[in-house]
């Protein structure tokens, strides 16, 4: 899996988006859906994940993406294509457990990681996808686009974001 993040020409952005540009342009939820096979959509929480992606993982993923400088939200990308594992209840439930023992507000983003990792390893694991699959999914959002970069979907909260003094002026998602 490590290879996605040198064969995709996407960049993972802060928080929700209309829809992605020619960069990619979106959080990791919404390329990890385009990734499953999924259409497009926006992620402004992670309730708006199709069903088989794993609750406490999404979520994990969403803090890691938001809290990241643009560089560091990059590492990233491997896990796109993990994200759709859900699996049971008690699984889940084990996943959240997990995560909430490790966490704490501002992790760096490489203690981050390994609790996802880590998170990951507990249950299911999601379908392996063939790069070249991954790749054809998100080129073909790329496509679409008709803008060079994202649109971001929400601008008050990016306002609300820089009051608050957060690094990047993206809504949340």
């Known amino acids: 899996m ?3 993040d040198n064969i995709l020409n996407w960049k993972l952005k802060q928080g929700s988006h209309t829809f992605p540009g020619q960069d990619g342009g979106t959080c990791i939820n919404e390329a990890a ?4 096979g999924f259409p497009y959509q926006p992620v402004r929480a992670i309730e708006d994940m199709p ?7 999404c979520r994990l993923a969403m803090q890691l993406n938001d809290e990241a ?3 560091e939200r990059q590492h990233l990308l491997p896990f796109v294509t993990r ?3 859900a699996d049971t209840p008690k699984v889940e439930q084990e996943r959240e457990a997990y995560i909430a023992a490790r966490m704490r507000w501002r992790l760096p983003i490489r203690e981050g990681i390994r609790v996802l990792e880590g998170a990951l390893a507990i249950g ?3 379908d392996v996808l063939a790069p070249e699959e991954v790749r054809t999914r998100l080129d073909g959002v790329q496509q679409q686009a008709s803008t060079p970069t994202s649109v971001d ?3 008050l909260f990016a306002k609300i974001k820089t009051w608050f003094g957060t690094k990047d002026t993206a809504s949340a998602g």
């Open 33 to 36: 859906i385009v990734a499953a």
């Open 51 to 57: 069903a088989c992606f794993s609750r406490p993982i």
């Open 69 to 71: 400088s643009d560089e």
């Open 124 to 126: 299911r694991q999601a």
């Open 2 to 4: 490590n290879h996605f």
């Open 153 to 155: 979907e929400h601008p």
């Open 83 to 85: 994200l759709a594992c």
